[in-house]
């Protein structure tokens, strides 16, 4: 039985209402739905600190290894609609980038995703909701294992921290990161308390500059 924070390594895949993938670990899921390139493969995720969707995390305690199919209700998933969330902006702003809007136009404005959802005269209303906000989905799950090797624990953390390893040590109670890039101070602390919260243990970041290939 899958407890709070436990380690499992998971494979899943979510479905819309209408049964369209907009969310997999799968590679030939990926493959097959056109996703753009990226890692797709199973997650090592620590039960309960929402390392993947809230409403997915939370239905994971209680299951057992093995294959679950699991329904999020519009609230569970990416929420609902905020009408605060509309925002409309004048036409002007666009001719200023040479951008021609119509519905359904894909922007990205200050670091938000929106949506075009409406044209009319000079405004344009663009939708900065999550696209699925206010709609049920659905995810087919499958729990591989329980994953207790510490190596492999601190790897899947960062790895869905986004957080580059070139190698992990364990000694004694010491975790030994070594890493392709210069973690900052900062982010280290925060690191550092995931670390200690999900793993009662600490980490030692330490910077290996990538080798250059030699010239001959």
Not at 42 to 67: A, M, N, Q, T
Not at 72 to 100: C, R, T, V, W, Y
């Amino acid at each position: 039985m899958i407890k709070n924070k436990d380690f499992i390594e998971i494979d899943y895949t979510g479905f819309t209402s209408e049964g369209q993938v907009f969310d997999t670990t799968n590679k030939e899921i990926a493959k097959k739905n056109e996703f753009k390139e990226g890692d797709y493969s199973p997650l090592i995720i620590c039960v309960g600190r929402g390392h993947i969707l809230p409403g997915l995390d939370s239905k994971l305690e209680g299951l057992k290894v093995g294959k679950h199919k699991i329904t999020l209700s519009e609230h569970e998933g990416f929420g609902k609609k905020d009408p605060k969330k509309l925002k409309l902006m004048p036409m002007k702003l666009f001719a200023k980038q040479n951008i021609k809007p119509f519905v359904g136009l894909e922007l990205n404005i200050d670091d938000q995703l929106g949506v075009v959802r409406n044209i009319s005269g000079g405004r344009v209303i663009v939708d900065f909701n999550h696209p699925l906000a206010g709609k049920p989905v659905s995810y087919e799950v499958e729990i591989i294992r329980k994953v207790d090797d510490k190596k492999e624990q601190i790897q899947g953390l960062l790895k869905v921290l986004s957080i580059p390893t070139n190698k992990v040590e364990v000694e004694k109670d010491q975790l030994k990161i070594k890493t392709g890039i210069e973690v900052p101070n900062q982010l280290q602390d925060i690191l550092n308390k995931e670390i200690q919260e999900t793993m009662n243990t600490k980490a030692e970041f330490v910077f290996e500059k990538p080798k250059e290939n030699k010239k001959v």
